[in-house]
């Protein structure tokens, strides 16, 4: 009999000592499983039926779900009987009437619509409705990437899905209407918004620092430089006082920044000297002109080596440190570590690819009937190049190296003009493709507005004040 009634304590004391633990679990494991599940209040839903534009606001709020489903734990698992506790009443009772209920499904790896939808419990009438809704359904499958979302909507009443929207990115958004197993689509495109924004600045540590502490995204700051690489030499010719301004597009989605546009002028002083740029489309092909309207390409690039410092300029007398004696240097020497990429200055077909004494591993490039660029102690060639092959300005022929009479890595550039030697640092690049004829006045009007903007942009600096 005593034994009974400890044994009877004893319990009742245990179920004391566990009830509050056990009701700690059940309120810090999220009760609902799979992915996040959204219902919404039916006044909210009334918004959907409507246009396009909407759309934004219609998109519930995500809740990133706390717990995989393979991790979820139910209520069963935790009530075990010793831990006689139950709540009260059921955590998740079946709602008698089901009520509009959204779900957004973030696309993984390796998901597709069938294997969504199949853990959405949606049944294959919906899927293939979807599927077999035209252009739209058949592209689905293949437009589906990580990332993107699915926003799914179970109808009022039944729970059957009614809607299917795939946000493809951020401005297009394809919409399936699902009734009585086939879909209606809708292809929803959101209005980017194009404001203009200026930014200047002047130099005082680096494009890139100053840029940024003008306001630029890191993206536009390299594209200005890009504008200016056929007159400016960034890692070489820049200086403490240059002066950079930017006329660009700024692009909004429902006016809110979604990112940087295109550059519609810019304009960059360089130890005093003005170079500006206008963007101009031309039959066609968009490209940045200077106020003459001659393209701010060069038939030549300034150096056929990037991240390299000259440790040689082009004189008329020199002493040759291996030769040790003195004698002119008809060209550019770039010293760069062996195995940096060697790029043509221009377009142009191989006119010679080999080993000399002096030369090392040597090209030349022949530029139209005129021009030669001579590219030299070249550790080895761009594999496959071959004599009379045609190369673009800007590609990789070969590989600084030291073979021939050289004490070190570097490039030894020359420019030649009707075989004669000229200095490519100081000699006058010819432009390419000016505009012409009745463009120009087309031109003129695009940038007559631009340029004045980048004049009062200036303004201020060229006063004096901050
Ligand atoms: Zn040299």
Redesign the pocket.
Known sequence: MKSLYNKIILLLFLAFLLAPLAFWQITNFPTKTGPVEITIEPKTITAIEEPAEELPALIPPIIEPTVTPEETITLEELASPEETVTPEEPAQAEPAFIEERWVIHEVKPGDTLSTIFSSQEIGTTALYAVINSGKEGKQIERTLKPGQKLLLRFKEGTGELDLLIHEVNLVKSVQFDINAGSAITTVLEKDVEKRIVTASGTITSSLFLDGQKAGLSDRTIVEMAGLFNFDIDFAREIQPGDYFSVIYEAKYIDGEFFGNGSILAAEFINTGKSFRVVRFERDGAVDYYNEKGQSRKKTFTRTPVNFARIS?KFTKSRYHPVLKRWRS?K???YAAKTGTPVLATGNGSVKIIQKQRGYGKVIYLQHGKKYTTVY?HLSRFKSGLKKGHKVKQGEVIGYVGSTGLATGP?L?YEFRINDKHVDPLSHKLPAADPIKGDKMAQFKKVAAPLLQQLDQLKAPVIAGQP
Do not use: I
């Open positions: 040689s240097h060209g550019v020497d030299a570097h030894h």
